[in-house]
T-cell receptor, first 113, second 117 residues
Framework: SQKIEQNSEALNIQEGKTATLTCNYT??????LQWYRQDPGRGPVFLLL?????KEKRKERLKVTFDTTLKQSLFHITASQPADSATYLCALQRDNYGQNFVFGPGTRLSVLP | DAMVIQNPRYQVTQFGKPVTLSCSQT?????MYWYQQKSSQAPKLLFH???????NEADTPDNFQSRRPNTSFCFLDIRSPGLGDAAMYLCATSRDLVGQTRNQPQHFGDGTRLSIL
């Protein structure tokens, strides 16, 4: 069956450290994968998109990797700040013909001062 | 600012009493989506409109319906809400469908939290 898993429900790290969140998927063949941030009581906000032929994408302190062999994406936040505390969702295209993205359950990141 | 606006932010209804949630967008996007999100779970796609074309997800209950009278507005109707329908309902837009343009971020509203008494 198809499944998307994100490493853990919650992750606590110290301010200034690098946060690494994982997204693993089974029985999908996405051409694209996206990462979103969701704050409590708010809708998700788009952060980054990475295509299957891209190994890595960066935006300011954010970095995303996409390994289609491992069926995994890693999301890194360097020099983390308390303001980075939120839930981070990965979303992947269902398949090359799929018109929509399906979301993972998210990882709640807490950056401690 | 261009955005996706959902009204109301909080909605309380009674078991079995029909309820309508609304969404408007100023982005002039072709696609509008409705998601259901329960606590600590992934947003689950209910259906989407590409322009006037309606696309229902296979596992969306018949109790959920949608209308899109024009580009800017989309409504979610729950005909007979049950206790299991209590959730956050998120509306999102994208300029085109995934396969049509390579970079298709979705723009979300802040949701309507629905409670069932």
């Amino acid at each position: 069956s198809q499944k998307i898993e994100q490493n853990s429900e919650a992750l606590n790290i110290q301010e200034g450290k690098t946060a690494t969140l994982t997204c693993n998927y089974t029985n999908y063949s996405p051409a694209y994968l996206q990462w979103y941030r969701q704050d409590p009581g708010r809708g998700p906000v788009f952060l980054l998109l990475i295509r299957e032929n891209e190994k890595e994408k960066r935006k300011e302190r954010l970095k995303v990797t996409f390994d289609t062999t491992l069926k995994q994406s890693l999301f890194h936040i360097t020099a983390s700040q308390p303001a980075d505390s939120a839930t981070y969702l990965c979303a992947l295209q269902r398949d090359n013909y799929g018109q929509n993205f399906v979301f993972g359950p998210g990882t709640r990141l807490s950056v401690l001062p | 600012d261009a955005m996706v606006i959902q009204n109301p932010r909080y909605q309380v209804t009674q078991f079995g009493k029909p309820v309508t949630l609304s969404c408007s967008q100023t982005l002039n996007h072709n696609v509008m989506y409705w998601y259901q999100q329960k606590s600590s779970q992934a947003p689950k796609l209910l259906f989407h409109y590409y322009d006037k074309d309606f696309n229902n997800e296979a596992d969306t209950p018949d109790n959920f319906q949608s209308r899109r009278p024009n580009t800017s507005f989309c409504f979610l109707d729950i005909r007979s809400p049950g206790l299991g329908d209590a959730a956050m309902y998120l509306c999102a837009t994208s300029r085109d469908l995934v396969g049509q343009t390579r970079n298709q971020p979705q723009h979300f509203g802040d949701g309507t939290r629905l409670s069932i008494l």
